[in-house]
């Protein structure tokens, strides 16, 4: 299927600047979290309350999974200003594909 993109420009110049700022912000955010989360399992580890692997081997049920999938949704809208739930990949690449009238 090829798409026509001819119609339609999603960045301008202006935009390229504020992509560059929210990459940077979201890999220190990012790297921040990753730091204090390996810091917080090593100490949790030698204090015998957690042991290694547990955390990458626990599968969320129930309410955890809720709560879960309701932050990551939220998370989504904030940073990428989308609603995931109505943002699908295929209505994306309906709208690319669809030509203007």
Do not use: C, F
Request: proline residues 4%.
């Amino acid at each position: 299927m090829d798409i026509d993109r001819s119609h339609r420009t999603y960045l301008v110049p202006e935009d390229i600047d504020q992509l560059v700022r929210q990459n940077t912000n979201l890999m220190a955010e990012l790297w921040i979290v990753k730091d204090r989360l390996a810091i917080l399992e090593h100490v949790l580890q030698e204090k015998g309350i957690l042991q290694s692997g547990q955390v990458d081997d626990l599968d969320p049920e129930g309410s955890l999974a809720q709560w879960l999938d309701e932050e990551r949704a939220a998370y989504v809208e904030r940073v990428v200003g989308i609603d995931p739930n109505t943002r699908t990949a295929e209505r994306l690449k309906q709208r690319a594909v669809t030509t203007p009238k």
